[in-house]
């Protein structure tokens, strides 16, 4: 188990629309104001309200990216948050919850999973206790858990005579600040900073704002009054820490590709409601109208479509007019985008599909993680053309990425595919402001210009122009003297219809020749990252290569942080593949190969034997590894998978790790923990 003080997980959960997201957000900026790091992510069901759904914030001074499954302290105000979470409180931890629940019949709880029900049974079976909430906090009180009794209903009737307030069904909605004020008031946290976390959550609702911060200094007052004595290991965590005196923001990570897409010059996206991309264009349509240098108001034209057939192809429309568009959407609006994606495929569009994975196939888990589209992507539409597939490892990245993908379907000409997931959209982190006034916008060979062609009657304008070159001009639907033909046909260099046998060869060589350029023009550090090296030493007898892509690169970072600190012998790489198709093979092996050889220069006794290669990614199928396998000579050690809706911890990453590492290891490792 990988249980720390290092870093204090706090989880809040409750049925859907009881206030956990806006507890959990105050709770957030609460505690990055106070200088710390915060990694927090969201988990919840399909249905509208009633089931299910908790937060988690995981903060500390040193760089968080990911969760762990250690709860240190569990915020509930119901039965079913104790049921499902407590067992995961570590020894000695906090559990914050209603005496009045403890009555409720576990059996009662309609909506607890079977997972959860088998896990709770499992532990009071073994301790020999009966099936019910009091032996469920019996068994936590053995653990040293820390009960910490908040009556919401009494606190909340003492709270409305305080401010002569009678409306108690008015008032109940306070339940979720009293559990995070609690939360607070035992970690002994500033009650400034408490009440600024609540107010920048209500900045435009003063009322709301008010009564919110009365009943959280109250509810802070009642815990510090009847708990006097909590441990210092969480009274003094915050204060012990150095805070962080740089400048930070709280980025969220369905806002943070959008924020890109406004830096990069996209002006017109369409989508169809689909989890978890929705978020996505929602943000980016509560933003559309832009404050510009020269003091005009530019915009984003963001447009809600019948469906996913009408929202690539509207996008497609738009790139045919010269503006910078993007449709987004998840896996299955992305089924229905396929054919339309060959349009613009052999029409050399330059659009952008934002593709948010979920959890397949079809409806599948609609609020669940997974990285199941990897192949999909890279062959969805049927024939054969070019399309560039780009995978984002975390929420910073996001933005940079996603001004970069831009540049390529406009220098390429070509779709491209961004591939984000339900856990990078629903997470949220602390990092640094955005270093957007240095990013720049390339768009390749477009002409937004008349020339002289319209005037030499001799030179027609040919958009899909045969030379040595794969990339020909572009311009605009509509520019006086460059008149073209779009067609789902195929076509000549004008764009009009043939089957002409040798045109066909000099089209399909043209389009498809641009996957070797695209891997020749892009930088090699934007195809393949290495995340992680450690340095050589005179100990080191074993190299340990990891390789993944997307959303797991939080949890592997943190996990070879704390690997390396208790193994000296070991030398890792971790390889983050960005560049996913065309894929970047040779420059995988080149960098493998430099780094064996570089240990070879330290030790002659090292060989190939001595080499573990290892892939964590989110499928069943080991989407990756295939593509490794097709495009290089590494051949695969151990794979670390997981697809049962859940994200990856640094938990159990960092167990597999380790097993793997002791010779205590399946070669094919199935992660399965999560609530």
């Known amino acids: 188990m990988l249980i720390s003080r290092e870093s204090i997980t706090w989880v809040i959960g409750g049925p859907q629309g009881s206030g956990v997201d806006s507890a959990s957000h105050i709770f957030l900026k609460s505690i990055a104001m106070s200088g710390l790091n915060v990694f927090g992510r969201r988990e919840y069901h399909s249905n509208i309200k009633g089931e299910h759904s908790y937060f988690s914030v995981r903060f500390s001074d040193q760089v968080v990216r990911s969760h762990v499954d250690e709860i240190d302290i569990l915020a509930t105000f119901d039965a079913e948050t104790i049921v499902r979470h407590s067992p995961f409180l570590v020894d000695g931890g906090i559990l914050i919850y209603d005496p009045d629940v403890i009555a409720k019949k576990i059996e009662e709880i309609h909506t607890l999973d079977t997972s959860s029900e088998s896990r709770v049974k499992h532990i009071l079976q073994k301790s020999n206790r009966e099936y019910n909430l009091s032996e469920l906090l019996a068994e936590l009180k053995e653990r040293k858990v820390i009960l910490v009794e908040l009556p919401y209903f009494r606190l909340i009737k003492e709270f409305s005579e305080q401010i002569q307030d009678n409306s108690l ?100 996206q369409t989508y169809y409601p689909i989890t978890p991309a929705t978020d996505d264009s929602e943000y980016l349509e509560s933003n559309q109208i832009l404050k510009q240098k020269d003091e005009h108001n530019g915009s984003v034209v963001v447009i809600q479509t019948e469906d996913e057939i009408a929202a690539i192809t509207m996008a497609i429309g738009a790139a045919l007019t010269g503006v910078r568009a993007c449709t987004t959407t998840s896996g299955p609006g992305f089924s229905l985008m396929a054919e339309a994606l060959g349009w613009a495929g052999i029409n050399e569009v330059p659009i952008l599909v934002s593709l948010y994975q979920r959890a397949g196939p079809s409806t599948g888990l609609p609020t669940r993680q997974e990285q199941g589209d990897l192949l999909f992507a890279i062959h969805a539409g049927h024939g054969e053309f070019p399309k560039i597939v780009y995978a984002s490892g975390d929420i910073e990245e996001s933005f940079y990425d996603t001004i970069r993908v831009f540049n390529y379907a406009e220098i390429f000409q070509t779709p491209v ?125 074993k190299l340990v290569v990891i390789m993944s892509w997307g959303s797991t690169k939080g949890a592997i970072l943190d996990s070879l942080d704390k690997i390396i600190s208790e193994k000296q012998d070991v030398s890792f790489l971790f390889i983050q593949i960005k560049l996913l198709n065309p894929f970047p093979g040779k420059r995988l092996q080149e960098i493998i190969k430099s780094k064996i050889d570089q240990i070879k220069n330290h030790s002659q006794s090292f060989s190939e034997k001595d080499i573990t290669y290892i892939i964590i990614e989110m499928n069943y199928l080991s989407q990756l590894d295939i593509l490794i396998k097709q495009n290089t000579e590494v051949q695969t050690n151990f794979n670390i998978l997981k697809y049962n809706g859940r994200p990856m911890s640094h938990t159990e990453i960092y167990d597999s790790l380790n097993n793997i590492l002791n010779n205590n290891s399946q070669k094919r490792v199935i992660l399965s923990n999560g609530v």
């Open 169 to 268: 069904s008015k008032l109940a909605r306070i339940t979720n600040v009293m559990s995070l004020a609690a939360s607070l008031a035992v970690l002994n946290f500033d009650t400034a900073l408490m009440t600024r976390g609540i107010q920048a959550t209500f900045v435009n609702k003063p009322k709301i704002s008010e009564i919110n911060v009365n009943a959280a200094l109250f509810t802070y007052e009642y815990i510090n009054k009847n708990f006097k004595h909590l441990p210092e290991n969480y009274s003094n965590f915050i204060k012990v820490k150095n805070q962080n005196e740089e400048q930070v923001i709280i980025a969220q990570g369905n806002q943070t590709s959008p924020l890109g897409k406004i830096v990069a010059g996209c002006r017109f």
């Open 417 to 541: 595919i961004h591939l984000l997931d339900k856990y990078l959209a629903n997470s949220i982190i602390t990092c640094s402001p955005f270093d957007y006034k240095t990013k720049k916008i390339q768009r390749g060979k477009f002409s937004d210009e008349i020339d002289n062609l319209k005037d030499d009657k001799s030179e027609v304008y040919k958009r899909f122009k045969l030379s040595d070159d794969p990339i020909s001009e572009r311009a605009s639907l509509g520019m006086e003297g460059k008149i073209f033909w779009n067609t789902g046909d195929e076509h000549d260099e004008l764009g009009h219809i043939t089957e002409d046998p040798n045109t066909r060869i000099s089209m399909m060589e043209k389009r498809l020749s641009k996957l070797e350029y695209i891997q020749k023009v892009i930088p090699l550090e934007e195809q393949v990252a290495v995340e992680f090296e450690t340095d050589m030493n005179s100990n080191t007898n």
